[in-house]
């Protein structure tokens, strides 16, 4: 049973590089201090496809990062690869793997860029592999996004639906907005319509932000929050 008197742990995944030849697991750092930052431990899980250790390490854990990263293989979602797609993503399958498992949990999930696009992928839903506005999401650029319905993303950033914010951009792909997955909410869209949010319908927090709010200092204490708070109250029913 748990400790529910000690902060909830929260498992998130790692990203996968070569470094000086040899295959690498890499904690990308920010994650994990906006996690230990809003009051919970952090988890690291390696890209290993092994399924007792995916289902020992969820036992141990009270929520999920899912966080960015490269290109899914297009074809994890029934479409060929276009020129525009990255298609150097090392591990996709584990990723895979161990998202179908978060969502098999009722632990709270939030899915960070690829981590939302993932969210997406595995309930069913599709991506648009290169948005027309590609280069206005990329490299950091900053625009505009409303919230388009009540939900988790509301409540996180304080928001009611039509109100906006001011988020971040680093990617090229999107959520595909006819295709967001099975039970998938679109919650927050960007300026030219793109989706910037999406999550499960119903109370849980299953929550994909397609921007970082790990990189700003007045969204991560927002979000990482509303994750932590539902990973400590799904701590106490466990």
């Given at each position: 049973?748990?400790?529910?008197?000690?902060?909830?742990v929260?498992?998130?995944?790692?990203a996968?590089?070569?470094?000086n030849?040899?295959?690498?697991?890499?904690?990308i750092?920010r994650y994990?201090q906006?996690i230990?930052d809003s009051?919970a431990?952090?988890?690291?899980?390696?890209?290993?496809?092994?399924?007792?250790?995916i289902?020992?390490?969820?036992?141990?854990?009270?929520?999920?990062?899912?966080i960015?990263?490269?290109?899914y293989?297009?074809?994890?979602?029934?479409e060929?690869?276009?020129?525009?797609?990255?298609?150097?993503?090392?591990?996709?399958?584990?990723?895979?793997?161990?998202?179908?498992?978060?969502?098999?949990?009722?632990?709270?999930?939030?899915?960070?860029?690829?981590?939302?696009?993932?969210?997406?992928?595995i309930?069913?839903?599709?991506?648009?592999?290169?948005?027309?506005?590609?280069?206005k999401?990329?490299?950091?650029?900053?625009?505009?996004?409303?919230?388009?319905?009540?939900?988790?993303?509301a409540?996180?950033?304080?928001?009611?639906?039509?109100?906006?914010?001011?988020?971040?951009?680093?990617?090229?792909?999107?959520?595909?907005?006819?295709?967001?997955?099975?039970?998938?909410?679109?919650t927050?869209r960007?300026?030219?319509?793109?989706?910037?949010?999406?999550?499960?319908?119903?109370?849980r927090?299953?929550?994909?932000?397609q921007f970082h709010?790990?990189?700003?200092?007045?969204?991560?204490?927002?979000?990482f929050?509303?994750?932590t708070?539902?990973?400590?109250?799904?701590?106490?029913r466990?």
């Open positions: 049973m748990a400790n529910k008197n000690t902060p909830p929260i498992l998130l995944n790692m996968v590089d070569t470094i030849g040899r295959e690498c697991e890499v904690l750092s994990a906006r230990s009051g431990v952090p988890m690291l899980i390696p890209s290993i496809e092994k399924r007792e250790n289902e020992t390490l969820l036992d141990l854990a009270d929520g999920v990062l899912l960015g990263g490269k290109d293989d297009p074809r994890s979602y029934g060929k690869p276009l020129p525009e797609t990255v298609m150097t993503r090392k591990r996709p399958h584990f990723d895979i793997a161990f998202g179908e498992a978060v969502l098999r949990r009722a632990m709270p999930v939030l899915g960070i860029c690829g981590g939302c696009q993932l969210l997406a992928i309930t069913g839903g599709k991506l648009i592999q290169h948005l027309p506005d590609a280069e999401h990329t490299g950091g650029a900053t625009h505009r996004a409303r919230v388009t319905a009540e939900g988790v993303f409540r996180a950033c304080g928001k009611e639906p039509g109100e906006e914010l001011t988020v971040n951009s680093f990617h090229h792909q999107a959520v595909d907005p006819d295709n967001p997955g099975r039970n998938m909410r679109i927050a960007a300026f030219d319509g793109s989706v910037e949010g999406i999550e499960l319908a119903g109370e927090m299953v929550l994909g932000v709010p790990e990189r700003m200092d007045d969204l991560a204490p927002l979000f929050g509303s994750l708070a539902a990973a400590a109250a799904f701590r106490t466990k």
